[in-house]
Every structure is written in C-alpha cells, then in structure tokens.
C-alpha cells in the first residue's frame, strides 16, 4: 500500500537530502573534510525504555539515555558545539529553543537546518545567547504518529549562564513536565485531540522519583518547562507561595507571588520558593485527575520522614500582565496582521490549522527588514488555546484581548480561544524564521508560517 | 487541550466481568423478548459514558404518526394495550456519571393521547461500564444493564430486563455504533419464549462541525435461537440529524419508518440533552481543563 507523503514529511525529506549540500559551517561535522575539535556536548538520539514508575514502561526516543537529556549549562556569547548522533530509524533535528542562532543551526527544517538522518551524526555550532533558561527539545513532524517529535523523551534543559548572576538563591532546581502515552481522544462535539495515560515531572511519576531535599530557610529557584506536546499544565507546591521571577528565561518587570502557576506547552518560569514551611509536600498539578496520572514531585524538608502532603490552593486566574509594565509599547514600525482559524475534519480527526486562510507550506512568507520593529496582532478566532512561538527571536508582549502592556519578554505567549493579542520584536537576525503553535496536533496540521528578512 | 484521566484498567475490569455473569445469571433463567421500551427512547447508544460529577437530563419526544388502532368501540388494540396511533411518549433520562468509566441512568416513560390524558407508563434503571480509555481499544466498547417496570396496558410484558453491549467509533467525518441488544421478560406473555434479539445500529456523516446526519436502524427479531418471520419482526429505518451545538447539549431528530406488519408504520423522534457539571470550572483558572 503507498501513503501520500504530508507535505511537512516532503519538506523534511527533501532537507535530510540536502543535508549534506547545506552551508559547510554547518554540517562540517558530517564531511569529515577537516580534523574536528572534539564537541563541547555530545547528544546521542536513541529509542529508550523509560521506567516512570514500577511497572510502568514507556517505549520513546531520548537524548542520551535519559529524560530529560542532560541539563547544559554554558556561558552566554562563548561559542558551543554540540554533536548530536541519530540511532533511531527516523530523521531527527534538534531544536534550541528561545536561542538567537542562525537559521541553520536553529534545529527547524522548514526554516532549512538540516534532518539528521538515520545513523548520521551532526555539529550544531553557535553562540550561546541570550542569558536566561532555555531549553532543546525536537522539532520533527509526528502527525497522526503520537509517538514522535514532541511526544517523545526528546527535550532537555539549557541554561545560558549571563555574565553576572546576583544569584539570589541557595539551590537551583531544573523540573521538565511531560504528558506520555498519547492516543486521538475526544471526538463527540469536538474534534480529535491528543489525550495521555500519565504524566511525568523529570521523567518519573509523583511518588516514584528521588525527592526534592530541601532545608529550612533556603530560596530555591525552581526552573520550570513544559515539555508537553499539547497539554497546558497547572502547578502548585503545597504550603508555599511560589515568586514568578522570569518567563521564559527573561526576568519579568513585577515579579508576582503565586499560589499556583500556569505553563503553556514549551512555556517556561523561573520560581523563587522560600523554604519556610518544614514537612514532606507535594510539588504537583493542581487538577486531580493529572495528579494522579503523575504530575507531581515530592518536595521533602531535611529530617522531615512524613508522608507527602497536598493542600488545594486558592484557585488563581492566570494572566500575564500583572507580571508586566501596565503602560503601552511604542508604536512599531509595522503591524502584521494575523488571524487564526480551524478547518474542521471531522469529530474523528484532528483540525486543520490556517493562518490568514492557510495552511503550512502555503501561508504567506513576510518578508522583514532589519532593524525594523514589526508588531504581530494576531486574532484567534479558534476554540483553542494557542501558545504561539516566534523562532530565533524575543518579543515583547504588547496587548492582551485589546489592552496594552509592555515590558513582559517571552518567545512564546497564549492567545486565548476567542481573543487577541499583539506580541513586537525587533528584526535583528537574519534568516528564516519560524512562526508556529507549539502544540503539536496545530503546528503539524498547517500553524505554521515563516518569516524572512529581506 | 483536553484530556481524559489515565485510568487503570484491571478494576474496571473486574467490574464489567460482575456485570456479564449477572446478566448472564438473569438471562439463562428462561426469558423472553420484551422491547418495553419501543418507541419510548428511540436512541442508538454511543460507548461513552457520562463524565463523573456530573448528569445529563435528556427529554425523548416521539409522536406516532401511524401506529396500531384501538378495536371498534374499544379503548385499547388488539393486543390488549393503549394504541399507539397518534400517541406521543414523553421520556426523561437522567443519566449521572459514578467515575470515569461508569454511569447510572433513570427513566421516566410516560404517554399522552386523545381520550387517555397523560399517562404515567413506567420506570427504568440502566447502570452502565466502558472500557477505560487506557485500555486503547480500537473500538469504543461499553455494557448497559436495563431493568424496569411498565404498566401492561402499554406493553405485554411488565418486567424486563436488557443487556445491551454497545461497540461504536468515529473514524474523520465517519461515526458507526451498533448495540446488539438482549432482552428478557420476567413477567407476561414473553416470559416463556427465552431470549430476544434486539440490535440497533447508526452510521452517520459529519457535514460541518455542528451537522451530523445519517441512518438509525432498530430491530426485534424476536426469540435469539428461533427468530420471528420478517413480516412480524421490529424493524425500524430512521433517517436523522444531530446537531452539535456544544458540549453541554445534544439534540437529534429523526423521522421513522416501519416497514413490517410488527412495527408502527410513522415515527417521529426527537432527543434534547442537556449536560450539567456539578465541579465549579472557571475558564482560565487553576480549576480550569484548558
């Protein structure tokens, strides 16, 4: 039997071709035309079997043998080379998510890095930047495969050191939230959507991994990420506020304390946590049912033996701009307008995704000049949640459902279903740049569109 | 950016096993064909449930166009029962979800016509199972249980009991679901004659979001092993329409035929349902499933 090849698998295909006629910086590594310095990291793709809990074995992919892959840490502006061997059976390419690298080195095909094929091996080179927290993970089409791209092992943390760190904290912890097992649920008055059997936090489900130790007295930064392909998550800790200090990696102008905080997929937080509170708690979702299909951590005081407890926060609204500057953004130089759409399939299917009327490849390419400042005022005229990420760049939030703000730095923001929002960044590195919704059901089918400069 | 809980599957399991050796317990005593519910709630069940912490309330509205007359200078048909010509049957099914895999459903049937005002016909309880989702059928598959009540002057038989296996899926724009059903009397004329054979089955197309339309087929084959001939079967062909307004509600209307002499010629039907969640959700908070 022959399938038709979607025309995101065609675009990865031809790019795993063109891998090795890409730009010699680059793919140098697959070559072998010069004595290569040895790589500053080493990431081997691999099929693994991951033990989330006694008896519970998840068949994914992973960075190293491990969930998440290994946490890098490297100085912000020094050059890094980062091997990455594939030993699956499918292309792979690895993205650096919230970097400002070159389109080559981004780790997204349709922006022309390349796939790394099967048994290959390839050098990601680039310059670490901007500071803050930031995080890989792939960027591969999966489709109606649900145990591809995102749904996979396939993320780890990355944390760009900045040149001063106040460092205002005594423990800094690293926490990856994760949704396995998807399958196409749903259906009935809605369409298809991903659903999960369970749901991890460092790859190990509540209960079932080494706790958090933690002393009387200390401030902890917790480093936040939701590696979920599509699901947004709800966390709190038990008996503490939690201080929202950074989103995705960038410090925010008010930081604000939280009973409970909100992560979007590929969305991150910095959290500073005052340990003041002595027991064994949980660090956990705030709905049952995703509590108890894993997501939650134990966060356990030193010479505390008790069992974990959880306490229901105050329930919280979550808006970002309590966390900015209330004042309006300068005007842009440009305002590129952008509206949100489904195309239903069927109870029995995912949506279609289109952007200005259309889907990925054929949505319009904007074209951008350097240096300019573009305004994106997006619509979403959808019944979904949409975390938008704009690639290789850091906007700026400038209005939420028609009221300004400013100030709230992020590479990826929640339009809500049946609202607007506006985001402004400066066009300052040339290349292809990928626009998407980071939920993999969306960008797979259509939400996506690139942006070049001119 | 939905999700269903993960559900382990080995307690449901053991649940549904219950379920099947007391009905089969029920059914082998002896038994016998008894569709109390003809024309009452004229609805091709889908495999889900209703979710926990919350019920959903439907009203059945069905109007018999052309159905069985009463005997000259009689009130009731030949059978001894209400006619059903020009009846309408009301039927309010409340259904509350128990946890993620099991439901509980209550009936109130009642009908009106000329001359007879509104009657009270009887009640149904209807417990209900499903294969968890984590179980990753291909399918949808679930298990009602139905025992209940009705006056005899609406059904030849007053007790009965129906298992009704239920197997659906929903596959782009395409949903199919069939429901084998078994009935059994406990008491009237069809208590001797053993198990009957009821299936229903659906098929139906999505044209947009909101409009699904397609065919709804009820049968009564009569006895399991020893079918009725066709001309005295149950067979009913419903051409109908669901529309998808939202998740709270759920509306169908479907207009009905029967081509055998053992069922009523016209039918029209119409289903309402409305959702109700009991766990207090503010969009956008912490409580909140998006």
Redesign the interface.
């Given at each position: 039997m022959t399938r038709r090849m979607n025309r995101r698998e065609f675009v990865a295909a031809a790019a795993t071709i063109a891998a090795g006629a890409a730009a010699p910086d680059v793919v140098r590594g697959l070559r072998g035309l010069e004595p290569e310095p040895a790589a500053d990291v080493k990431l081997e793709i691999a099929p693994l079997k991951l033990e989330i809990a006694p008896k519970k074995v998840i068949d994914t992919v992973a960075y190293n043998g491990a969930v998440p892959g290994p946490l890098i840490r490297w100085p912000e502006g020094k050059p890094i080379a980062i091997d990455v061997t594939n030993r699956t059976k499918l292309p792979e390419i690895v993205h650096w998510h919230g970097q400002w690298i070159p389109s080559l080195a981004d780790g997204a095909m349709e922006e022309g890095s390349p796939m790394i094929a099967p048994g290959a091996m390839y050098r990601y080179s680039f310059e670490a930047r901007p500071a803050g927290f930031r995080w890989y993970h792939a960027h591969s089409f999966a489709g109606h495969h649900l145990d591809r791209g995102l749904y996979t092992g396939q993320f780890g943390c990355f944390y760009v050191e900045p040149k001063e760190n106040p460092g205002r904290y005594d423990q800094e912890i690293f926490l990856t939230l994760h949704?396995w097992n998807a399958?196409m649920?749903?259906?009935?008055?809605?369409?298809?959507?991903a659903?999960?059997?369970?749901?991890t936090i460092n790859g190990r489900m509540l209960g079932h991994g080494d706790p958090l130790r933690v002393r009387e007295g200390q401030r902890v930064l917790l480093h936040l990420v939701n590696a979920s392909a599509?699901?947004?998550h709800?966390l709190?800790l038990a008996g503490h506020d939690m201080t929202v200090v950074a989103m995705d990696g960038n410090a925010v102008p008010e930081p604000r304390k939280m009973q409970?905080v909100?992560l979007a997929p590929a969305e991150r937080l910095d959290l500073l946590v005052e340990m003041r509170n002595p027991g064994v708690w949980v660090l956990g979702e705030?709905?049952k049912?995703?509590r108890?299909?894993?997501m939650g951590i134990v966060v356990e005081y030193a010479g505390q033996t008790a069992e974990a407890r959880w306490m229901e926060?105050a329930?919280?609204?979550?808006?970002y701009r309590p966390f900015a500057h209330a004042q309006a953004a300068a005007p842009p130089d440009q305002v590129i307008p952008l509206l949100f759409e489904s195309k239903?399939?069927?109870?029995?299917?995912f949506d279609y995704w289109t952007i200005n009327g259309k889907s990925f490849p054929k949505t319009e390419t904007v074209t951008l000049t350097e240096g300019k400042r573009y305004r994106v005022a997006m619509t979403n005229r959808s019944m979904?949640?949409h975390p938008i990420h704009l690639h290789r760049h850091t906007f700026e939030v400038t209005s939420l459902e028609g009221r300004p703000l400013s100030g709230l730095l992020k590479d990826v923001v929640v339009v809500?279903?049946g609202t607007t929002a506006a985001v402004d960044f400066t066009a300052r590195n040339p290349g292809s740049t990928l626009f998407h919704c980071h939920?993999q059901t969306h960008m797979d089918f259509g939400f996506m569109m690139l942006f070049r400069y001119a | 950016m939905r999700r269903v809980a993960g559900l382990r599957g080995g307690e449901t399991w053991w649940v549904l096993s219950k379920v099947l050796v007391l009905a089969g317990c029920g059914l082998g005593i002896s038994a016998v064909g008894a569709a109390a519910q003809n024309n009452y709630e004229i609805q091709v069940y889908g495999a889900d449930t209703v979710a926990p912490q919350s019920t959903m309330v439907e009203l059945h509205s069905n109007f018999t166009l052309e159905g069985t007359k009463p005997l000259r200078g009689s009130a009731y048909a030949a059978d001894r029962m209400f006619p059903t010509d020009h009846a309408e049957h009301e039927t309010v099914e409340i259904t509350n979800g128990i946890n993620g895999w099991s439901e509980v459903g209550f009936y109130i049937f009642t009908a009106e016509r000329s001359g007879q005002g509104v009657q009270w016909m009887g009640d149904h309880i209807r417990p209900r199972v499903r294969a968890p989702d984590s179980w990753h059928l291909p399918v949808g598959a679930s298990l009602s249980l139905e025992f209940g009540y009705q006056r005899r002057v609406f059904s030849t038989d007053t007790w009965t009991l129906e298992i009704r296996p239920i197997i659906d899926k929903t596959t782009g724009r395409w949903y199919l679901a069939f429901n084998p059903a078994l009935d059994r009397s406990f008491h009237g004329e069809s208590v001797n004659q053993g198990v009957t054979f009821a299936p229903a089955a659906k098929v139906s197309y999505d044209f947009n979001r909101v409009v699904s339309g397609g065919l709804e087929y009820y049968a009564d084959y009569g006895k399991f092993f020893d079918p009725d001939t066709l001309h005295n079967q149950q067979q009913q062909f419903f051409p109908a329409i669901d529309l998808n307004v939202s998740p709270a509600w759920e509306i169908n209307f479907g207009v009905g035929i029967g081509p055998t002499a053992g069922t009523d010629r016209w039918i029209v039907k119409g289903i309402l349902g409305r959702h109700f969640e009991w766990k207090h959700r503010r969009a956008g908070s912490s409580d909140s499933m998006q």
């Open positions: 949704d399958y649920g749903g259906g009935g008055d809605a369409s298809m959507d659903v999960y059997d369970y749901a599509t699901l947004m709800w709190a409970a909100r705030t709905r049912d995703l108890d299909a894993g926060p329930e919280t609204e979550w808006d239903f399939a069927g109870h029995g299917e979904d949640d809500k279903a939920q | -």
